[in-house]
């Protein structure tokens, strides 16, 4: 069965480095997502993206948050310069179409010290 | 904005037995989704089951099924024959059908299922 993968699986960083997380959606998906979830709390909604653009975004991704999908696989999330209060499980989503139900990749620990 | 509401932080229910778990929404829409995600240890998010507003009857899958109730804006999850496996939190959440809406999920703040052997 086809699923979300995201890499890497736990990411540790310095306050003020930049990270790059990655997903690879489901082959046949359009619509993408990034979600967080800080420990304890609930999945908090970042962005959507879809047709090589950001169709919504939250209030949570300020200008620290890119997204980009480089190639036809690939789906990442940059945070430029991180912050201790970055420090959540991010995952990943991929919807084929708006019918659809959004499938979820494993998620990536981000740790920022 | 769409509220999600879950106001069970924590649920215990005994192996074989039957749970259920609440959540409310507020919205003014009138096409839409409910999901019921599962977050075991691991933290990966699984889907247990999807209802459409539009839809009166309630979603089954397996031993999972839902009480919805659109004019009260209700959508419990009900667990019967717990098992070990079914220890998670579980959260449950709204999508917007309305495409100006969007389509990202709203979610509430979890219930934490404990099965006791």
């Known amino acids: 069965e086809p699923e979300v993968t995201q890499t890497p699986s736990h990411q540790v960083t310095q306050m003020g480095q930049e990270v790059i997380l990655r997903c690879v959606p489901i082959?046949?998906?359009?619509?993408f997502y990034w979600y967080r979830q800080i420990l304890g709390q609930k999945v908090e909604f970042l962005v959507s993206?879809?047709?090589?653009?950001?169709?919504?975004k939250s209030e949570i991704f300020d200008d620290q948050f890119s997204v980009e999908r480089p190639d036809g696989s690939n789906f990442t999330l940059k945070i430029r310069s991180t912050k201790l209060e970055d420090s959540a499980m991010y995952f990943c989503?991929?919807?084929?179409?708006?019918?659809?139900?959004?499938?979820f990749g494993p998620g990536t620990r981000l740790l920022v010290l | 904005a769409q509220t999600v509401t879950q106001s069970q932080p924590e649920m215990s229910v005994q192996e074989a037995e039957t749970v259920t778990l609440s959540c409310t929404y507020d919205?003014?829409?009138?096409?839409?989704?409910l999901f019921w995600y599962k977050q075991p240890p691991s933290r990966q998010m699984i889907l247990v089951i999807r209802?459409?507003?539009?839809?009166?009857q309630n979603a089954t899958e397996n031993r999972f099924s839902v009480n919805f109730q659109k004019a009260a804006k209700s959508f419990s999850l009900k667990i019967s024959d717990s098992q070990l496996g079914d220890a998670a939190m579980y959260f449950c959440?709204?999508?917007?059908?309305?495409?100006?809406?969007?389509?990202?999920?709203?979610f509430g703040g979890g219930t934490r299922v404990l099965v006791k052997p």
């Open positions: 919205t003014s829409e009138s096409d839409y989704y």
């Open positions: 989503a991929s919807l084929r179409g708006l019918q659809e139900t959004q499938y």
């Open positions: 209802q459409e507003a539009y839809k009166q």
């Open positions: 082959s046949n998906h359009l619509y």
């Open positions: 993206f879809y047709n090589n653009e950001i169709s919504e």
């Open positions: 959440a709204y999508r917007s059908n309305t495409k100006a809406a969007g389509n990202k999920l709203t």
